[in-house]
């Protein structure tokens, strides 16, 4: 067995969309290299990547996904691609999209008795409905459950994403968690800055409730808006802070003309754009871990979510934010409009959503990630090597039968 680690990672978005996914992905990525780790990933590229990869990424063909050109779909390995495994070798193969990239590269690993995980990022079963297509559940979840079925592991970032997916029986017993980490030095209170707030026309007494994130459909951007509208009916001195981009921009600045838009933001606008917000606002039902909602919480700003899975393992009610059960249900403005009218009420739980997001730390995390990944590509060596010994006992059995 080689005394190194060679890591084939097959993405759908590595780096050409900014997303909580391929950040991971590309912290995981770096923290292996770091380690000595060989990695190579294959995802589809662009012209224009939302930031530069960590470790060697290899391009692969792809088509836009229909209706979300932004998005691209990975096609099944060609030849080249796969000359280039077997040049490379991998120990253990990791896939992180259920698309036929990612299908094609388990078919590959099979053939060849690569020991394969898989890491679930995207309730992509639950997208369709945000699109009238909830038809299209259903197949998606059997083609899902076969997909990773077939992987020794699946790994996903929050224990409540992993009790649905496995009482929807998407996973089963090969399921593990790798959870996400924050760095502090990015995402802390120290950000405040009231000359940010005043540049994007917020005022001192003004109450900034902020949505972070890509915006798409299916990360509730209806039940934002419907919120600032009945907090701006009730008299509440709100100012709707909408950070990101995506499809929805046009409609969102139409739908709230008087909101802060900001586009896409990355290091310390980023930094101060989340501290510098009176209340985090996350109606998201599609989240799996929820990275914006603890970035939201280490720079000291109360969260009200929907009790969804990813958020109901960061939020502590009562505490740090409010858990919500639904967009729809009253407490979804009353707790808001209480935070929006009792300042002191959010500086106490700002201050403890800093101390819980003390507890998430990357290094821990990605090292627990590597040290999976060599004992299953052991545990895989071994069973090939027993496999092999068995048929060599049984046919020198065969050979000298009487």
């Known amino acids: 067995m080689k005394s190194s680690l060679n890591v084939a990672l097959f993405s759908g978005n590595y780096n050409?969309?900014?997303?909580?996914?391929?950040?991971a992905l590309n912290r995981l990525v770096a923290f292996l290299v770091r380690q000595g780790v060989c990695v190579k990933v294959f995802s589809p590229t662009t012209q224009t990547p939302a930031f530069p990869p960590a470790g060697e990424l290899i391009s692969v063909p792809s088509i836009p996904v229909p209706g979300r050109g932004e998005y691209r779909i990975g096609l099944p390995l060609n030849s080249k691609i796969k000359r280039e495994l077997d040049r490379f070798q991998p120990d253990l193969i990791h896939l992180s999209a259920p698309d036929w990239l990612n299908h094609s590269a388990l078919k590959y690993a099979e053939r060849r008795n690569i020991p394969v995980v898989a890491s679930f990022h995207t309730r992509f079963d639950t997208y369709f409905r945000y699109y009238g297509m909830r038809w299209v559940e259903a197949f998606i979840k059997k083609r899902l459950t076969k997909f990773y079925d077939r992987c020794l592991a699946v790994y996903?970032?929050?224990?409540?994403?992993?009790d649905v997916l496995e009482r929807d029986g998407i996973i089963g017993a090969n399921r593990r968690l790798w959870g996400r980490g924050i760095n502090h030095q990015n995402f802390n209170p120290a950000f405040r800055c009231q000359a940010w707030r005043s540049k994007h026309g917020i005022q001192s007494d003004d109450v900034a409730v902020a949505f972070v994130g890509r915006l798409v459909?299916?990360?509730g951007l209806d039940d934002y808006a419907a919120l600032i509208d009945a907090l701006v009916l009730r008299g509440l001195p709100v100012k709707a802070l909408i950070v990101g981009d995506g499809p929805e921009y046009s409609r969102l600045r139409r739908r709230l003309p008087d909101a802060v838009m900001t586009g896409?933001?990355?290091?310390?606008?980023l930094s101060r754009a989340y501290a510098s917000a009176d209340i985090f606002s996350n109606p998201s039902l599609t989240e799996t871990f929820g990275n914006v909602t603890?970035?939201?919480?280490a720079s000291g700003v109360p969260t009200v979510c929907v009790d969804a899975t990813g958020s109901r393992d960061l939020v502590d009610h009562g505490e740090t934010g409010f858990l919500i059960?639904?967009?729809q249900h009253l407490g979804w403005f009353e707790r808001t409009a209480e935070l929006c009218e009792k300042a002191d009420i959010r500086k106490i739980m700002g201050a403890a959503g800093?101390?819980?997001?003390a507890a998430y730390d990357w290094e821990t995390i990605l090292q627990s990630m590597l040290d999976d990944y060599r004992v299953l590509a052991q545990q895989k060596f071994f069973a090939l090597e027993a496999s092999a010994q068995e048929v060599t006992k049984a046919s020198a059995k065969?050979?000298?039968a009487p």
């Open 398 to 400: 065969e050979a000298y």
């Open 16 to 23: 050409y969309q900014a997303d909580g996914a391929n950040k």
């Open 294 to 297: 603890l970035e939201a919480m």
């Open 325 to 327: 059960p639904s967009a």
């Open 217 to 219: 459909k299916e990360k």
């Open 156 to 162: 996903v970032p929050s224990p409540s994403v992993g």
């Open 354 to 357: 800093v101390r819980k997001s």
């Open 264 to 269: 896409h933001l990355s290091g310390e606008e």
